[in-house]
C-alpha cells in the first residue's frame, strides 16, 4: 500500500514485514532551491509503483536519494528494512537495490560485457555466475549484435538497456529506474516490459519514475504524483486517477492551465 | 554578427565564472603573465650579438605559438561550439568569417601581445626601424596565432567526437615536444647565444614563428628583401590558413569523417588479472589506459618527454649522466597526469557508490592497473639505458629511486584523484585546473624518493657501495609502505566522500 502519510509508526515497522522503499520526511534543497520537501512514501513488496510529476518536480532528485546517490539535507530511506543513508544497513541495502540512474553517464570506452564483467566481479559475484548472466543479459536485451561496439557509441535506447542490465545482474529485490522507457523503440520497450513484468511475478518490486501515462497505467498497480518536490497523491492507480484517465487526473493534480497555442499561429 | 557573438561568449563565461572556483583561473593567468614577462625580458637583454638575441626569441615564440596551437587542438572552441549555428540560416562564408573574428577578438589571444612584444624590444636596441619593424612582426604573430589556433581547434579539436582521438595523440606529441624544449629551455638559449648549435638556429629560423625575429635582425642589418619576406610571410601564411577556414567549419558543422569509436577486437586482457574484484578494477582501468585519450595522452607524453629530457644531453654535448633515470622521470611525469582519474571518470562514479563494499578494490585496482602500465616499461628502460650509459654508481641510486617513485606514486595517485576533484568541460576535455593539479602531485611523487635517494648519497660521500646499494631495499620499503598505506587513505576518503564527489560531478556535467 502506497501513503503518502506514514501510517505505521517505528514499532510497526519493526513488527510488520518492511517496506520495499519506505521514505520518510526526506528533503533535499539547492541554494535557495527547495527540491524535495519532506517526502513521506511507502512502497510495499511486491508493488510496482509509477512515479510521475512535471519537468523539475524532484523526482530524479528524490529518486537519487532514496538508492545512496544524493544526500539528503534531512530524512531517511529504508530499502527493505535497511537504512540507505547508515551502516550497517547501507550495505544491505545496496545488495537489495539495483538502480537506473537517468542523467549520469557509464564508462563510455568499455563494451556491454565487459561493463557486466566488471560490475559483478566489483559486487563480488562468483565469476561463473557473472558470465552466465552476463551472457544472459545481453541475449535478451538484444545487445549480442553489439558485442565489439563500445557503450559510447551505442544509440539512447541501448544505453537505457546496458543501463538496466547493470540494475538487474545482481539479482536485486528493489529495482529503481529513472525514466527507463526514454529513448526505447517500441519493440526494444516491449523486451522491458517483459523483464519488469517478469521482476515483479517473482516477488520483486519497482519504482519507475515516467513521463508516459499511458505506460505508467498499463504497466503500475500503484501510483505517485510529484510536484514542486511534494508527494500530491499516492495510493492504487484506481485511488489516483478517480475514474479519470491518469493523464487528466495528473494535470488536474499538477494545476495545468489549459494549453494555448502561439499567437502568431492565428495571423 | 561579430559584436552578437562576443556578447554571448561573455555571457556564457561570465556564467562559467559565477558558477566555478575563480581561484585556479586567476592562478592560471598569474603563471602566464610571469612567462609572458619573462619572454618579454628576453628581447631586453643585451646579447653579444643581436642575431643571438633574435635565435633565443625565435625559439620562446616558438613554444608560445606551439603550445597556442596544442591548447586550441585539444579543446577546441570551448564557449562558442561552431555545431550550436548548425540549424541557423547563416552563409557558411559569414559565419566562418565571424567565428574567425571572434577568435581574433579573444582576450586570451589579446595576452599574447605581451610576450610578442619582446620582438619589439629587441629591436628597439638597434634602434627606431628595427622597432617599427618589430611591432608589425608581434601583430603578424599575435593574427597567426588567432587563425591557425582557430583552425586547429576546428580540425583536431573535439567537435562531436569526430577525429578528436587522432587530434589528442598528434596533440600529445606537440604538447611533449614543447615540454622537452620548455625543461631544456636554459640550455637551449645557452647554446643560442653561444651560437654553438648551427642546427637549432636553422631550425628556430625557418619556423614561422621565427619569422618576425629574423625581419627584426634583418632591419638592424638593412637587410630590406629579409625584413619583407618574413613580415609578408607571416601575412601570406594567416591569409591561406585563413582561406581554408570555412571548409575546415563546413566539414565540422555536416559531422562528415569518421566516428571515432570504431569496433576494436574484445581483448581479453583478463585472464592475467584474478577474477575477483580488484582484478575486475584493474581490468576495467588498464582497458581504460590504453581506450581513453585523455588518459594515453598523458601517458604518451611521459614517455617522449621522460626518455627525451634524459636522452637530450647525451645526444648533444654526450654527458649522460640523467641516462640512468629516465625511467624515474618517466614515473613521475605518468603520475602526476592521472592525479584526477575521479574527475576524469566523470558521473560513472555512481556504479562504484552503488555497488556495496566496493571502495577498496576501486583504489586497489586503479592503483595496481597504473603500476602495471608503467611499471614494467620504467624498470625496462631504467636498467636498459644505465647500462647503455655505462655509469657504475648510478645503479643504486635508478634502481632505489625508482622503487620508491613507483611506490610512492601509487599511494599519491588515488589520494590525489580524490582531493579537489576536477570535471572535464563541456568537450570532454581537461579544463585549465588540471596543470594546477599536475604540478603539485608532481613534485609530491618526486618527494617520495627521498629516503632511497638520501641512502644512495650517503654512500656515495662515505664511499661505501654496500651503504649505496641499500638504498634498493629503502626504495622498495618505502614505495610498498606508501603504496599500502596511502591507498587505504584514499579508500577511506572514497567512502566518506563519493557521494559529495558524485554530486560535484554530476553539476558540473
Known amino acids: ?267 | 554578427m561579430v559584436r552578437l557573438l562576443i556578447g554571448l561568449r561573455a555571457a556564457i563565461t561570465r556564467n562559467q565564472l559565477r558558477q566555478g572556483n575563480r581561484g585556479p583561473l586567476i592562478a592560471g593567468l598569474v603563471l602566464a603573465m610571469l612567462s609572458a614577462a619573462g619572454t618579454l625580458y628576453l628581447g631586453t637583454v643585451s646579447y653579444p650579438r643581436l642575431a643571438a638575441g633574435a635565435d633565443v626569441i625565435a625559439l620562446v615564440f616558438g613554444l608560445w605559438l606551439g603550445g597556442h596551437l596544442a591548447q586550441r587542438a585539444l579543446s577546441g572552441e570551448a564557449t562558442l561550439r561552431p555545431e550550436m549555428f548548425a540549424l541557423l540560416p547563416l552563409r557558411r562564408r559569414a559565419l566562418a568569417t565571424a567565428l574567425l573574428a571572434v577568435n581574433l577578438a579573444d582576450p586570451a589571444l589579446i595576452l599574447f601581445v605581451v610576450p610578442f612584444a619582446a620582438v619589439i624590444a629587441l629591436g628597439a636596441q638597434a634602434g627606431i626601424v628595427p622597432a617599427l619593424v618589430g611591432v608589425a612582426g608581434a601583430l603578424l604573430t599575435t593574427v597567426l596565432a588567432g587563425v591557425a589556433g582557430t583552425v586547429a581547434g576546428g580540425i583536431l579539436g573535439p567537435g562531436a567526437r569526430r577525429g578528436h582521438d587522432i587530434g589528442t595523440m598528434v596533440t600529445a606529441l606537440a604538447i611533449s615536444i614543447i615540454s622537452v624544449a620548455g625543461i631544456t629551455l636554459p640550455w637551449l638559449v645557452t647554446v643560442l647565444r653561444e651560437r654553438s648549435a648551427p642546427w637549432l638556429i636553422a631550425l628556430v629560423r625557418v619556423l614561422p614563428s621565427g619569422w618576425a625575429a629574423v625581419a627584426v635582425d634583418a632591419a638592424a642589418r638593412s637587410q630590406w628583401l629579409w625584413v619583407a619576406l618574413p613580415l609578408a610571410g607571416l601575412a601570406a601564411l594567416s591569409g591561406v590558413i585563413a582561406l581554408a577556414w570555412p571548409a575546415v567549419l563546413a566539414r565540422r558543422m555536416t559531422g562528415a569523417g569518421t566516428p571515432s569509436h570504431a569496433a576494436r577486437p574484445h581483448a581479453e586482457r583478463r585472464a592475467l588479472l584474478p577474477r575477483t574484484a580488484v582484478g575486475a578494477v584493474a581490468a576495467k582501468e588498464m582497458r581504460l589506459w590504453v581506450r581513453d585519450p585523455i588518459r594515453l595522452t598523458p601517458l604518451l607524453i611521459a614517455v617522449i618527454v621522460g626518455a627525451a629530457m634524459c636522452a637530450i644531453p647525451r645526444l648533444t654535448t654526450g654527458t649522460g649522466q640523467l641516462l640512468p633515470f629516465a625511467g624515474a622521470a618517466t614515473v613521475v611525469i605518468a603520475a602526476a597526469c592521472a592525479c584526477n582519474l575521479y574527475g576524469n571518470d566523470g558521473t560513472s562514479l555512481w556504479l562504484t557508490i552503488t555497488a556495496p563494499g566496493s571502495g577498496r578494490p576501486d583504489v586497489r585496482g586503479r592503483q595496481l592497473a597504473w603500476l602495471l602500465i608503467t611499471g614494467p616499461y620504467a624498470l625496462v628502460l631504467t636498467v636498459l639505458l644505465t647500462a647503455i650509459s655505462g655509469q657504475v654508481w648510478a645503479w643504486p641510486w635508478a634502481l632505489g629511486g625508482l622503487a620508491a617513485l613507483l611506490g610512492g606514486a601509487c599511494g599519491l595517485i588515488p589520494l590525489a584523484s580524490l582531493t579537489w576533484v576536477v570535471p572535464l568541460d563541456d568537450a570532454g576535455n581537461p579544463t585549465p585546473q588540471y596543470p594546477l593539479k599536475v604540478y603539485p602531485t608532481m613534485i609530491a611523487v618526486a618527494i617520495t624518493a627521498a629516503p632511497a635517494a638520501s641512502v644512495a648519497l650517503a654512500g656515495s660521500l662515505a664511499g661505501l657501495t654496500w651503504l649505496g646499494w641499500l638504498a634498493v631495499p629503502v626504495g622498495i620499503a618505502t614505495g610498498a609502505a606508501l603504496a599500502w598505506k596511502l591507498g587505504a587513505v584514499a579508500a577511506r576518503r572514497l567512502r566518506r566522500t563519493q557521494v559529495t564527489v558524485l554530486r560535484t560531478l554530476a553539476s558540473a556535467a
Open chain 1, 1 to 267: 500500500m502506497t501513503t503518502a502519510s506514514a501510517e505505521a509508526g517505528n514499532a510497526d515497522l519493526r513488527a510488520a514485514p518492511a517496506a520495499a522503499l519506505e521514505l520518510r520526511g526526506l528533503r533535499k534543497s539547492f541554494g535557495a532551491t527547495l527540491a524535495v520537501a519532506d517526502v513521506d512514501l511507502s512502497v510495499s513488496r511486491g508493488a510496482f509503483l509509477g512515479l510521475v510529476g512535471p519537468n523539475g518536480a524532484g523526482k530524479t532528485t528524490l529518486l537519487s536519494m532514496a538508492t545512496g546517490l544524493l544526500r539528503p539535507d534531512r530524512g531517511e530511506a529504508r530499502v527493505l528494512g535497511q537504512d540507505v543513508w547508515s551502516e550497517p544497513g547501507a550495505r544491505r541495502a545496496k545488495e537489495l537495490l539495483g538502480v537506473l540512474p537517468d542523467g549520469l553517464a557509464l564508462p563510455d570506452r568499455l563494451t556491454g560485457r565487459e561493463l557486466l564483467s566488471y560490475l559483478g566481479l566489483l559486487r563480488g559475484m562468483p565469476a561463473p555466475l557473472v558470465a552466465e548472466r552476463t551472457g544472459e543479459l545481453l541475449r535478451v536485451l538484444d545487445l549480442e549484435h553489439a558485442e565489439r561496439t563500445l557503450i559510447g557509441d551505442y544509440s539512447a535506447g541501448m544505453r537505457k538497456k546496458i543501463g538496466l542490465a547493470t540494475a538487474l545482474l545482481h539479482g536485486p529485490q528493489l529495482l529503481v529506474l529513472d525514466e527507463p522507457f526514454e529513448a526505447v523503440d517500441p519493440v526494444s520497450a516491449a523486451v522491458l516490459r517483459a523483464i519488469l513484468d517478469g521482476f515483479i511475478a517473482s516477488g520483486g518490486s519497482i519504482v519507475m519514475s515516467s513521463h508516459a501515462m499511458a505506460l505508467v497505467e498499463r504497466m503500475c498497480d500503484h501510483v505517485a504524483v510529484l510536484s514542486h518536490g511534494q508527494v500530491l497523491r499516492s495510493g492504487t492507480l484506481a485511488q489516483v486517477r478517480g475514474g479519470h484517465s491518469l493523464e487528466d487526473a495528473f494535470a488536474e493534480l499538477v494545476g495545468a492551465g489549459p494549453a494555448r497555442g502561439l499567437s502568431w499561429f492565428a495571423s
